[in-house]
């Protein structure tokens, strides 16, 4: 996991040098060399994606023009503030790492689970999650047309889940979580959250970035700081984050860090328009030259 980013890029370097020297633990080795089983966990995974995902930054912001707008799906919002100037690299590290803790401690006191509903509108998902009287049951992330994902506890979920099918749903899937992300079960770890982002010094983003929570531009260090705390708890609402960036004259997007499912979702989201993960060296030079 950026392993070969580092070894080849002395920017990407830097950036997990720097991100071992912060947390006082070898990061970068659990990344390199796992174990897989640990380094998947939400405490350890959080904040890998945002190391991965800022290394690749360092290096393309070497190369690339000005950013004109920039959005994050969950997590990966603390790296669209931190490449817009909102956060320092070490302050977003710190609060990434606290996040996932939290919320992997949520997770733990009070069980829950996600589920990924197929085929259905987002209204029509929305109506599903109302009807459940069986337990918690609340849209997490509306990813593109036709994919939703409910997160809840696992009575509420498989009711969820249940209901979508009989409303039609082409598939409806249990996720591999720790928790019930992005709904009420999240809320010890958000307050949790609010109190640590309440002492970082936010600044105003140098480019707008889109809001998970909203999808709408953030202009403000203290929107950025306010929206990134109610985050945990509402749903995520990327496909209209995308379709306002469109609307705003977004014609190429670069994802940044591991995978490339953002860019998948982009064949639905921003149809038309060019996509590229960019996570290695090769990702680099294909996509810079």
Do not use: Y
């Not at 920017?11 to 990344?31: K, N, Q």
């Not at 060399?33 to 939400?42: A, Y």
């Not at 995308?242 to 953002?262: H, T």
Request: net charge negative; hydrophobic share 50%.
């Amino acid at each position: 996991m950026g392993r070969e980013l580092a070894q080849a890029l002395p920017p990407a370097r830097r950036v997990f040098e720097e991100a071992d020297d912060v947390l006082g633990a070898p990061l970068s080795r659990l990344m390199w060399e796992g174990p897989e089983e640990e380094l998947t966990l939400t405490r350890a995974a959080q904040p890998a994606i945002l190391v991965h995902s800022m290394a690749a930054h360092a290096v393309l912001r070497e190369r690339l023009g000005p950013v004109a707008l920039a959005a994050g799906h969950s997590l990966g919002e603390f790296s669209a503030h931190v490449a817009a100037g909102t956060l320092s690299f070490p302050d977003a590290l710190r609060a990434v790492r606290l996040r996932g803790e939290l919320m992997f401690e949520a997770g733990v006191r009070r069980p829950g689970t996600m589920a990924a509903v197929l085929g259905l509108s987002d209204d029509a998902v929305r109506e599903v999650c109302a009807a459940v009287t069986e337990g918690i049951c609340v849209p997490a992330n509306f990813n593109s047309d036709g994919q939703v994902v409910i997160s809840g506890d696992r009575a509420g979920v498989e009711a969820g889940m249940g209901r979508a099918r009989e409303a039609g749903a082409k598939r409806a899937v249990e996720l591999n979580v720790s928790g019930a992300f992005h709904s009420p079960l999240m809320q010890p770890a958000q307050e949790g959250l609010a109190a640590h982002l309440a002492v970082i010094a936010f600044a105003d983003p140098a480019f707008p970035v889109l809001s998970n929570v909203t999808a709408a531009p953030v202009r403000t260090g203290a929107e950025a700081r306010m929206l990134l705390f109610r985050q945990l708890t509402a749903p995520v609402l990327w496909s209209a984050s995308i379709a306002a960036m469109r609307a705003a004259g977004a014609d190429r997007f670069l994802e940044l860090g591991p995978g490339n499912v953002l860019c998948g979702l982009n064949k639905r989201n921003a149809l038309g328009a060019s996509c590229a993960s960019v996570g290695s060296p090769a990702d680099v030079e294909r996509w810079t030259s």
